[in-house]
């Protein structure tokens, strides 16, 4: 088996833009189908539990509502060492109870944060009661799924997977 990348969409599909994590997730998961070196998992508002699965990638590719302080719908990649900064400098960024920098230093603890990792950060528009995305965070969504490809792709070095 080749690499295992773990593609996590987080956030809240109740909550408007803030769900937009888990809608891109499950496109991917559509667009890549079943294979045996990649799982998608649907991280919700995040939680320990997911320390494990972190654990047990070789590869971390996350999407989620970030503050970008950016127009709704802006779309921005954060990969190794720059998404570790971005996570260090932006802690009120997620409105999780446990937030991705939480995650990492559980990682970190437990010896495994995956050398190849990547976060696709979206600017929401509205996070309050509603179960569909906004128009500029929805049209955000094929930018995103392209920007994911491009990150699989380098991780995998697949040539192929469609760009």
Known sequence: MGI???VLGIGNTLLTDEGVGIVAMQQLAKQFGMREDMEFLDGGTLSFTLALPISECRALLV??????????????????DEMDRFLGENRKS????????DLRSISLLTGHWPEQRALIGIQPDIVGWGDALTPAVAAAIPEVRD?????IARFTNYSSIKV
Request: charge should be negative; avoid cysteine; proline fraction near 3%.
């Open 4 to 6: 295992k990348i773990l």
């Open 147 to 151: 920007i994911a490809t491009k990150i």
């Open 63 to 80: 999407i989620d509502a970030a503050e970008l302080g950016a127009m709704p719908g802006t779309v921005r990649s954060f990969e190794g």
């Open 94 to 101: 997620s409105v999780h109870e446990v937030g991705l920098l």
